[in-house]
């Protein structure tokens, strides 16, 4: 029986296209509890930040200091304006 002989290039593209077609990236995505309790936690994590720095802080700064998404900051911040205590200039959330 006669061996077919492969040339190094054609093993080289046909392991590089095995790499790609098999190398997949996995997001996972945060699924967030939207109820009263937990909107009001996620309120206080934010008071907390802002109160903590006491500086007018952007929505990506108070997620990264009270340790929670910028979804959930968001959710926070929309309590806190209704309540009256934060208010927002220049894109920077400050307590009011």
Known sequence: MAEKKTTKAATEKKVAA???????KTVKRAEIV??????GFKAGDVYQALAADKKALSVKDIAKIANITEAETLLGIGWLFKEGKIKGENNLITLA
């Open 34 to 39: 939207i109820n009263a309790e937990n909107v």
């Open 18 to 24: 095995e790499k790609k077609t098999t190398t997949r």
